[in-house]
């Protein structure tokens, strides 16, 4: 089964700044028949579900803002939030969904406001 | 716009099983993708597994294996899980969503299952 580490585990950055996650995959998640890395992000704020941000490791979803962006490819991604506003405090998970299940999370990454 | 709606809170006692649904609507059923994701709390994302009801697939998590069954029922366009022998620590809100290749875009509000005796 792919493990999926995340780091760091915390971050605190202030208002206008860059927040970067780093997700690391235990084996490579890039599907070579279409070039593709079968990696998502997702958002989730207390008492809400997940909320999809990032599919194929930089595809962004209908609807998020454009400071969020993924990059990396194989066993190495990336969550950027080019400048993090308020309502960015949030825990932010990477799944990788690559060939057979399990499709596994990282733990979690806690962003906060320094 | 596919929209999950899932059903209540629920308290169980220890060794006693739980149902959980998800009703679908806006989509296609058939075009489907469920999977159940559990969260206990102040805990991270545990995927627990998927069920593809116009394939008829379920795959199970190793750590639910045996103890977690999938169900769908196009008739009423709604996925089960359900959960049987709970213990203290199947206290967890549940969360079904829907995608696979574009990430999973829809998610249900949530469950909480709490299991004491």
């Known amino acids: 089964d792919i493990v999926m580490t995340q780091s760091p585990d915390s971050l605190a950055v202030s208002l206008g700044e860059r927040a970067t996650i780093n997700c690391k995959s235990s084996?490579?998640?890039?599907?070579?028949?279409?070039?593709?890395?079968?990696l998502a992000w997702y958002q989730q704020k207390p008492g809400q579900p997940p909320k999809l941000l990032i599919y194929?490791?930089?595809t962004r979803e209908s609807g998020v803002p454009d400071r969020f962006s993924g990059s990396g490819s194989g066993t190495d991604f990336t969550l950027t939030i080019s400048s993090l506003q308020a309502e960015d405090v949030a825990v932010y998970y990477c799944?990788?969904?690559?060939?057979?299940?399990?499709?596994?999370f990282g733990q979690g990454t806690k962003l906060e406001i320094k | 716009q596919v929209q999950l709606v899932q059903s209540g809170a629920e308290v169980k006692k220890p060794g006693s099983s739980v149902r959980v649904s998800c009703k679908a609507s806006?989509?296609?059923?058939?075009?489907?993708?469920f999977t159940w994701v559990r969260q206990a709390p102040g805990q991270g994302l545990q995927w627990m597994g998927r069920?593809?009801?116009?394939?008829?697939?379920?795959n199970y998590a190793q750590s639910f294996q045996g103890r977690v069954t999938f169900t769908a029922d196009k008739s009423t366009s709604t996925a089960y899980m359900e959960v049987s022998s709970l213990r203290s620590e199947d206290t967890a809100v549940y969360y079904c969503?829907?995608?696979?290749?574009?990430?999973?875009?829809?998610w249900g509000q949530g469950t909480l299952v709490t299991v004491s005796s």
């Open positions: 969503a829907e995608g696979q290749d574009l990430g999973m875009r829809y």
């Open positions: 806006g989509g296609t059923f058939n075009y489907y993708i």
């Open positions: 069920i593809i009801p116009i394939l008829g697939v379920t």
């Open positions: 084996q490579s998640v890039l599907y070579s028949s279409n070039n593709k890395n079968f």
């Open positions: 194929w490791a930089s």
């Open positions: 799944q990788q969904y690559y060939s057979n299940p399990p499709y596994s």
